[in-house]
């Protein structure tokens, strides 16, 4: 009885300890959600952050002195006239002195390869984070889309049942009725296809998260809109000061200076101090020594030529980054507030016109005052008009994210 009731308690414990972090019960995630777990578990974001690891341990280990070199003779002897023969032994402890500018160089070569590594990371971190936005707004846009589908296949539906009452009545003729079949079954198929495009989207988002999810989640919220100033100077002031793009750009030019630095820098030899201790066959010699690489076939001529022209192309690289960016910033600025007044269309009458005209045909059409065709007009106005409105939503987001990206906002 005991063991029974131990293996009660335990069983739930041991259940709730093997069961994968995302069968919780959680199905609903926030945007902000999304992009944490994005950012945690994305395959291209932890591959960046392993070569990032890599390269802060390289730019450490370069830090370190070289090891030092030890070498032991050891063997026989014996004297030109026979009478004398003894074991013989030596010993040699030497030490390379890498020469301070050479060294200087070295260290950031490697700290400049961390730096753009660890930027290159920021960088995948920034595409991430706009992708899971732009999937995330789409799939928004599509469950508005499908809520709309639904409210018109009801209305269609109920002017199907009010038709099909007047074609048994002899009101109206039967093709009216086989017209509104028509409708039907398009209002139908179009529910299908946005439940298709909604799979898809989810599938590619739940890739981007690392397959983090259920096949069954939902995005919380709708598609929401706010005013928001837009000052391209003030964008592109804070992208030139703080965007990865810019940052990875200017650590490349400065690991080609460091490597035009180490290359002049090499003509000068590294000297190497010994000191030694040998066993001879009158005596025991000992004592230091230093010896050093003249360098005067080798002079390194071609690689400082090469060096100094990779320099030169990671400073045009740099400006050309600048140049881009600040184009793509005024775009993206451009056409957030092309989106902004496109929603205050909407917002300032065209919805509430919209909905008052299809109120007036459906009374109209319950009165026989207007036809079947004329009715159908009015309500795909406004259903168009409404998927109209929720693509604005949509653009307006999705600029909004891209003149983040562009901007280069903090992801975390």
């Known amino acids: 009885m005991k063991n029974r009731f131990t293996t009660l308690i335990l069983f739930p414990v041991l259940m709730a300890a093997l069961l994968p972090a995302n069968a919780s019960g959680q199905q609903s995630y926030s945007l902000d959600d999304l992009v944490t777990i994005g950012l945690d578990k994305n395959p291209r974001i932890l591959a960046q952050t392993m070569q990032t690891e890599a390269d802060l341990a390289a730019w450490q280990a370069s830090r370190r002195l070289f090891n030092p070199s030890l070498a032991y003779e050891f063997g026989s002897g014996e004297s030109y006239d026979g009478t004398t023969s003894r074991s013989l032994s030596g010993i040699t402890v030497s030490q390379r002195l890498e020469n301070p500018v050479k060294r200087h160089h ?82 139908r198929y179009q529910i299908n296809s946005v439940l298709t495009e909604k799979r898809f989207t989810a599938r590619h988002l739940n890739a981007l998260l690392g397959n983090e999810l259920s096949d069954d989640f939902e995005i ?15 964008s592109l002031a804070e992208a030139l000061r703080s965007h990865p793009l810019i940052g990875r750009s200017e650590s490349e030019l400065a690991f080609a200076r460091s490597q035009l630095g180490l290359a002049r820098s090499l003509i000068i030899p590294d000297p190497e101090i010994s000191g030694f201790r040998s066993d001879e066959l009158d005596g025991r010699i000992s004592g230091v020594g230093i010896s050093i690489e003249i360098p005067l076939w080798n002079q390194n001529a071609k690689e400082v030529v090469r060096s100094r022209s990779i320099a030169d192309m990671k400073m045009y690289e ?13 775009v993206r600025s451009g056409n957030l507030e092309l989106s902004t007044e496109r929603i205050g269309i909407f917002r300032e009458g065209l919805l509430n016109q919209a909905e008052v ?31 109209d409105y929720q693509d604005s939503l949509y653009n307006w987001n999705l600029d909004r994210a891209a003149l983040a990206k562009a901007v280069g906002e903090e992801t975390r």
């Not at 660890?118 to 999937?135: G, K, S, W």
């Not at 009374?363 to 998927?387: F, P, V, W």
């Open 318 to 330: 740099l400006e050309m980054t600048r140049l881009d960016l600040s184009t793509e910033i005024a």
């Open 220 to 234: 919380q919220g709708e598609l929401t809109w706010e005013p928001v100033p837009v000052s391209a100077e003030a």
């Open 106 to 187: 070295r260290i950031q070569m490697a700290e400049s390869e961390w730096m753009a590594a660890d930027l290159a990371r920021r960088e995948i971190e920034l595409e991430i984070v706009f992708e899971i936005r732009r999937h995330a707004y789409l799939l928004l846009l599509l469950k508005a889309r499908e809520d709309l589908a639904r409210k018109g296949l009801t209305s269609l539906e109920e002017a199907h049942r009010l038709i099909t009452t007047r074609v048994r009545l002899g009101e109206t003729r039967e093709l009216e009725a086989i017209r509104l079949d028509v409708e039907v079954m398009r209002a």
């Open 357 to 387: 005209s299809l109120h007036l045909s459906e009374t109209s059409y319950r009165q026989g005052e207007i036809s079947l065709l004329e009715y159908l007009d009015a309500q795909r106005t406004y259903y168009s008009i409404l998927n």
